[in-house]
Every structure is written in C-alpha cells, then in structure tokens.
C-alpha cells in the first residue's frame, strides 16, 4: 500500500512569509507526528496527534508554529513569519498505536523549507 | 535527561567488514530503543529495535546490543555491503502509545566496494 506521502517536496520562501507543509500518513493509521531535521542532524519532535487532537505538541519551538488535523488523516503543519532558522526538513510520520504494539513510525520523504 | 548520544558521527568499512554504532541514553522511563536507515533525500526508515527485556537482537546482518545497567545500545551490520552506505540513527522512546521518538545525531557510514 501507499506509505506516508508529503508536499510539497521542496518550498523556498522569503523571510516573514506564511508557509503549509502537507501530510498524508498510512490509511489507518491513528498516530501522526512531525519531526524537523536539520542538515546532518537527527529529527527533532515537534507535535503528536492521536486523532484530530494534538496529544503533545511540546515540541513547537514557539507560536509561530501550528498543526491541524481536522479530520483525523491528513495534517498540515503551518508556519507564521518564516524566519531563516526554520530552514530544515520537515518530516512526517504515522503509526497504528495500539497498547500492546511497538510504537513503529513510517515516514514520509520530508518538505524540505529554505528561507531566504 | 532527555537526550540520546551517538558515536562515532561518521564511519568507513571495507566491503565484508563488521560496522558497530554505539549509543548512550540518559532516561531510563525510554523502554523501546529503534535503529532507523535513512538515504539521502529519503526519510527515516525502522531497520530493527529492541526493548528492554532481552540483551540482544539480530535480524539478518543487523544486530542490537543491549546493556540496561550502561544505558547503551549498539548496532552491529555484519558483512558490510556498499548498499548499506546511508545515515544510521539510534532512537528512543517510551512504549506506550503514541510516544514519540528521540533520536541520536546520526552515523554516516560508508562501505567501501
């Protein structure tokens, strides 16, 4: 079947601009993260949903940063007044959650976001 | 105390040879401990993980160690194959649902033909 997809997969934008990063997890899935890598570094958690709400979002670096998942599937990570610093890759990932099972994330290929 | 090392930050094997990735945790609440393979321009993908409750895994050519009282984890690849030249990451999280992942800061690896 069809694994996590996001889009788009590149996104240049100028510094103060308001950017949305896609993501389309695993149908059936329940979990969904976003992660945010910078070059030669591992992903940083940002925000967790089970469902449509998000169970941990202590990963946002600030309140310019804000995900939706208004019905449980797709996400959208969005971002208010774009600055240099979140110049990165921003990774997706699903996982069924279910009590007894290992947490296994599958993520997507990434948005890669420069800002100019 | 939520932070995972990861040594060495980068690695070359000859062809056949044995790589070994080391990493230390400092939570000990983290109870599942993944290895994720990721090639350029692709994201993570899970290679094998372990819990807590046994020492050791092994999946084909790859390995994991587990030291609980050291609060280390490694990953050995055995028979080093120049497909296997890719950014490794150990990771570590708790179980329960939803958890969500805290990575090392990768090893790239290089097995040379």
């Known amino acids: 079947g069809a694994g996590v997809s996001q889009t788009p997969s590149n996104k240049v934008t100028e510094k103060g601009k308001y950017v949305e990063l896609r993501c389309d997890p695993i149908?059936?899935?329940?979990?969904l993260y976003w992660y945010r890598q910078s070059l030669g570094q591992g992903p940083e958690f940002l925000i967790y949903f089970q469902g449509t709400g998000a169970a941990d979002d202590s990963g946002l670096p600030n309140d310019r940063f804000f995900a939706v998942r208004p019905e449980g599937s797709v996400s959208t990570l969005k971002i208010q007044r774009t600055e240099r610093g979140d110049s990165a890759v921003y990774l997706c990932a699903s996982s069924l959650t279910y009590r007894d099972r290992s947490n296994e994330q599958f993520f997507g290929p990434g948005t890669r976001l420069t800002v100019l | 105390q939520q932070q995972v090392k990861q040594s060495p930050q980068s690695l070359i094997v000859q062809k056949g040879g044995i790589s070994i990735i080391n990493c230390a945790y400092e939570?000990?609440?983290?109870?599942?401990f993944p290895w994720y393979q990721q090639f350029p321009g692709k994201g993570p993908a899970l290679l094998i993980a372990i819990r807590p409750d046994v020492s050791e895994k092994k999946e084909g050519r790859f390995t994991i160690s587990f030291n609980k009282s050291a609060k280390q984890f490694s990953l050995h690849i055995m028979d080093s194959q120049p497909g296997d030249s890719a950014t490794y990451f150990c990771a570590a999280s708790k179980i329960t649902s939803g958890s969500r992942l805290t990575f090392g800061e990768g090893t790239q690896l290089t097995v040379n033909p």
């Open positions: 939570n000990t609440a983290f109870d599942y």
């Open positions: 149908s059936g899935h329940t979990a």
